[in-house]
T-cell receptor
Framework: KAGVTQTPRYLIKTRGQQVTLSCSPISGHRSVSWYQQTPGQGLQFLFEYFSETQRNKGNFPGRFSGRQFSNSRSEMNVSTLELGDSALYLC???????????????FGPGTRLTVT | DQQVKQNSPSLSVQEGRISILNCDYTNSMFDYFLWYKKYPAEGPTFLISISSIKDKNEDGRFTVFLNKSAKHLSLHIVPSQPGDSAVYFCAASARGYGGSQGNLIFGKGTKLSVKP
């Protein structure tokens, strides 16, 4: 089974621009979560999508948004980029359908975003 | 306020000895805990998990212990191998309380170095 893939792997943007990151989950997984990793804050949860619906959201401003398609692929968008948005953005998928399931998340390699 | 804390940023252990990584949490609603390992330039890799109804889970060289009264969990690696050198993250979720597995709260990680 192929793992979680994320594109692009590296991205350089300028302040004020917007960016879209893509994530393809493991085949059969319907839950996709996004995390931001920075040296100071560690791994922080952005949001989770399940069956095309946002199921959970972290404490990030509205500039961060996402969506999920019918094939479970997900995109994350950041508008009006700020220097502080420079980070590694990680996508994770799981087969979590309900709380009884194991729920382990499998991570992609991440997209390294640099905002200048 | 950090809900999941890994108070040791780094740990150095001799090959063949036991590695013990610790994690404390504050949220009583957490009912599922996971450990992830992360190498540079890769996404976190799931290692082992434990439900709050258990106090121990074992998988090969890895054992996780959960002490709910102390809100503390630990990961034991026996015997430690140089290939275990990585950053280890503790994570928690509140699956049974309306939360979802998709929202993991991570500690900031402990860098383990296993010396030959």
């Amino acid at each position: 089974k192929a793992g979680v893939t994320q594109t692009p792997r590296y991205l350089i943007k300028t302040r004020g621009q917007q960016v879209t990151l893509s994530c393809s989950p493991i085949s059969g997984h319907r839950s996709v979560s996004w995390y931001q990793q920075t040296p100071g804050q560690g791994l922080q949860f952005l949001f989770e999508y399940f069956s095309e619906t946002q199921r959970n959201k972290g404490n990030f401003p509205g500039r961060f948004s996402g969506r999920q398609f019918s094939n479970s692929r997900s995109e994350m968008n950041v508008s009006t980029l700020e220097l502080g948005d420079s980070a590694l953005y990680l996508c994770a998928s799981s087969d979590a359908a309900g709380w009884q399931s194991s729920g382990e998340q499998y991570f992609g390699p991440g997209t390294r975003l640099t905002v200048t | 306020d950090q809900q999941v804390k890994q108070n040791s940023p780094s740990l150095s252990v001799q090959e063949g000895r036991i590695s013990i990584l610790n994690c404390d949490y504050t949220n009583s609603m957490f009912d599922y805990f996971l450990w992830y390992k992360k190498y540079p330039a890769e996404g976190p890799t799931f290692l082992i998990s434990i439900s709050s109804i258990k106090d121990k889970n074992e998988d090969g060289r890895f054992t996780v212990f959960l002490n709910k009264s102390a809100k503390h969990l630990s990961l034991h690696i026996v015997p430690s191998q140089p290939g275990d050198s990585a950053v280890y993250f503790c994570a928690a979720s509140a699956r049974g309380y309306g939360g979802s597995q998709g929202n993991l709260i991570f500690g900031k990680g402990t860098k383990l170095s296993v010396k030959p």
